[in-house]
């Protein structure tokens, strides 16, 4: 008897295992510098860009910035926009399609497509040397996740206060910056941080972790040392 569905994609084609296809390419069209707001089909919130001048032809490091739960494009735009524009950053902050990412709601899936969409158009109109993700609290657990595994298309990944990473599955060895409060109340630096890093390490990965005095926040001090890591090699 035939299947009553059609056959199963591979998983590395697959948002449902998180898997992203939009890679730079060269740009086809000009997009502008400074503050974007982009819009989804029916007029909702899709992402928040923010483009340093540019710079010859000298292509921009993209970063994925990913807010916490319940915040918004714009919160995940501000985790590093003062320091954009001295490192030379192009910010690009999704809105969640709902009040989280999904992976954390019910598994990979609308994120991943709105996230592959929204690379495309902005790899289109920049661009694009090398891309990293980054995020803070629900966020830098999705971006951990989602960068590992696509560790072909991201060569790092920067986590503020992360939860967990939970990739379905993982490529590449993108390089890691992890930072967390140790009053934090929201995610306990023992059960998160401290303990997600030695795992991390033990898989492979090349992390760097900034542990601070203080409670569930990113320091203006540590998102000038992410950013330093960021284009440390550049």
Same mark, same amino acid.
Request: a negative charge.
């Given at each position: 008897?035939?299947?009553?569905?059609?056959?199963?994609?591979?998983?590395?084609?697959?948002?449902?295992?998180?898997?992203?296809?939009?890679?730079?390419? @060269?740009?086809?069209?000009?997009?502008?510098?400074?503050?974007?707001?982009?819009?989804?089909?029916?007029? &909702? @919130?899709?992402?928040?860009?923010?483009? @340093?001048?540019?710079?010859?032809?000298?292509?921009?490091?993209?970063?994925?910035?990913?807010?916490?739960? &319940?915040?918004?494009?714009?919160? &995940?735009?501000?985790?590093?926009?003062?320091?954009?524009?001295?490192?030379?950053?192009?910010?690009?902050?999704?809105?969640?399609?709902?009040?989280?990412?999904?992976?954390?709601?019910?598994?990979?899936?609308?994120?991943?497509?709105?996230?592959?969409?929204?690379?495309?158009?902005?790899?289109?109109?920049?661009?694009?040397?090398?891309?990293?993700?980054?995020?803070?609290?629900?966020?830098?657990?999705?971006?951990?996740?989602?960068?590992?595994?696509?560790?072909?298309?991201?060569?790092?990944?920067?986590?503020?206060?992360?939860?967990?990473?939970?990739?379905?599955?993982?490529?590449?060895?993108?390089?890691?910056?992890?930072?967390?409060?140790?009053?934090?109340?929201?995610?306990?630096?023992?059960?998160?941080?401290?303990?997600?890093?030695?795992?991390?390490?033990?898989?492979?990965?090349?992390?760097?972790?900034?542990?601070?005095?203080? @409670?569930?926040?990113?320091?203006?001090?540590?998102?000038?040392?992410?950013?330093?890591?960021?284009?440390?090699?550049?």
């Amino acid at each position: 008897m035939a299947e009553p569905a059609a056959p199963h994609r591979q998983p590395e084609e697959n948002p449902r295992h998180g898997r992203l296809t939009a890679r730079p390419a @060269p740009p086809t069209t000009r997009a502008a510098t400074g503050m974007v707001t982009l819009t989804d089909a029916e007029g &909702g @919130p899709l992402a928040m860009v923010y483009a @340093p001048e540019p710079a010859a032809d000298r292509p921009y490091r993209l970063v994925l910035l990913l807010h916490g739960a &319940g915040g918004s494009a714009r919160q &995940g735009l501000d985790l590093l926009l003062p320091v954009a524009d001295a490192h030379r950053l192009l910010l690009v902050a999704p809105q969640a399609a709902s009040s989280s990412w999904d992976l954390i709601v019910e598994g990979f899936g609308v994120d991943v497509r709105r996230i592959d969409g929204l690379l495309a158009t902005v790899f289109a109109g920049y661009p694009v040397g090398q891309v990293a993700f980054g995020g803070f609290s629900d966020g830098a657990s999705y971006a951990l996740s989602l960068g590992l595994t696509n560790g072909d298309l991201v060569d790092a990944v920067v986590a503020f206060s992360p939860g967990f990473a939970a990739p379905l599955m993982t490529h590449g060895r993108p390089r890691v910056y992890v930072s967390h409060g140790a009053a934090d109340p929201v995610l306990p630096v023992d059960v998160c941080s401290r303990r997600l890093v030695p795992r991390l390490r033990s898989l492979g990965y090349d992390v760097t972790y900034d542990e601070f005095p203080g @409670p569930h926040e990113v320091p203006a001090d540590i998102r000038h040392r992410a950013a330093d890591w960021l284009t440390v090699a550049e």
